[in-house]
């Protein structure tokens, strides 16, 4: 073979997708994150079932989601992280059940709840990346304000904060509790900030910048095709669009994107069966907390299997939410929309990928296009 051939091949290779979804990363203690993140999910909302609240229990998911943070961190900086995450949920469902009061949500007016959530999009994008957070990015605040705006009976404010702040400090006590055993108590040592240089200040706000495009761009496309497409929930787009926005490379961002696709295809089928099924509600949230462990234990290590969990538990915790309403629920509009909205999400996350790849390539003829600075945001 030629060195033309051979360097031809290499360049190939170097953007092939196909290996990432047959990989799998060794396993890092995610039984134990897993675990953390069942039990913090399952409690609430086994409580609110059972005082007959079930109408809070979208705030109590979203409240759950503090124990994603600081997987495997020592227990100070665990709480330090996971203390930021909460407070910034909080704040954020507090904007959310303002703005579905206030007719900003898809069903009344789908437009501001895209220009909200575009702004949401960027502007936690940011505080995440000072903060320090990982999961890096504003996905789950996407979600969540976007999710809650447009819950059509909206519960009491005091009691929706009330759910997700009781929430989110059981997520801080389970996060914790390791140090009930021996062998797992460290010094607790709450982390000193370091210094951020003038160019990751760059690099924050430039990042920031894409959320706000891709967001901004998924939403309204979705929103336009809508009518045409017949589907709804167009912020499952802006959610999509902002997964290939996370990591060190152009290859593996790109790859996020074709893999929240195909996840999401795998776990429409499992969402399909569990709904066949006809569980009830406890029974939904057993499942919800077991797919919760599910996608903890392989987030990191294969993204497809995590998004053939994260799918199911995504809209059965809509379904949970809905139930205590009279409306009729459309599965079959939920998985249908789902699928198209993700398609549509993740290929413009992809497209925002590819442009300063294309940038770098072309116009600045760097010689590592798709490197992206260590400096950028983490997977």
């Given at each position: ?258 893999q929240r696709i195909v996840g999401t295809f795998l776990g ?13 509600l406890w029974g939904i949230v057993l499942i919800i907390a ?90």
């Amino acid at each position: 073979m030629d060195e033309a051939a051979q360097q031809k091949r290499t360049r190939l290779a170097d953007i092939n997708p196909i290996p990432s979804f047959f990989t799998m990363a060794p396993a890092d203690r995610d039984h134990e994150v897993g675990i953390r993140c069942g039990i913090t999910v399952l409690v609430p909302l086994l409580t609110l079932l059972l005082v007959d609240r079930i109408d809070l229990a979208i705030f109590a998911s979203f409240g759950a989601f503090t124990a994603i943070y600081g997987r495997n961190l020592k227990h100070g900086a665990r709480m330090q992280m996971q203390v930021r995450a909460g407070g910034l949920m909080l704040v954020v469902l507090l904007l959310a059940t303002l703005a579905g009061r206030n007719g900003m949500s898809e069903g009344e007016n789908p437009w501001a709840l895209v220009g909200l959530t575009t702004v949401v999009a960027g502007a936690c994008a940011v505080v995440t990346a000072y903060w320090g957070l990982r999961p890096a990015g504003s996905l789950f605040q996407i979600f969540a304000f976007a999710a809650v705006a447009s819950v059509p009976h909206q519960p009491p404010v005091g009691e929706a904060l009330l759910t997700a702040a009781g929430t989110i400090a059981f997520a801080l006590l389970v996060g914790i509790a390791g140090r009930l055993h021996p062998e797992h108590r460290h010094a607790f040592v709450w982390p000193r900030g370091e210094a951020i240089t003038v160019e990751r200040h760059r690099i924050i706000w430039s990042e920031g910048i894409w959320y706000v495009v891709a967001a901004g761009v998924s939403g309204s496309l979705a929103t336009l095709l809508g009518p045409v497409l017949g589907t709804e929930h167009v912020y499952w787009a802006m959610v999509a669009a902002v997964v290939p926005l996370v990591g060190h490379s152009t290859r593996y961002r790109v790859n996020r994107g074709l893999q929240r696709i195909v996840g999401t295809f795998l776990g429409l089928l499992v969402l399909a069966v569990i709904l066949w099924i006809h569980p009830p509600l406890w029974g939904i949230v057993l499942i919800i907390a077991l797919l919760q462990c599910t996608a903890e234990l392989y987030i990191a290590r294969q993204y497809v299997l995590a998004q053939t969990a994260v799918t199911p538990l995504a809209l059965l915790s809509t379904v949970l939410a809905m139930s205590a309403s009279t409306d009729v629920i459309d599965t079959e509009g939920l998985l249908y929309d789902r699928f198209v909205e993700t398609v549509i999400g993740a290929f413009v996350g992809m497209v925002c990928v590819l442009t300063p790849w294309a940038w770098r390539k072309w116009v600045l003829h760097s010689t590592s296009p798709s490197r992206i600075s260590p400096s950028a945001n983490p997977s």
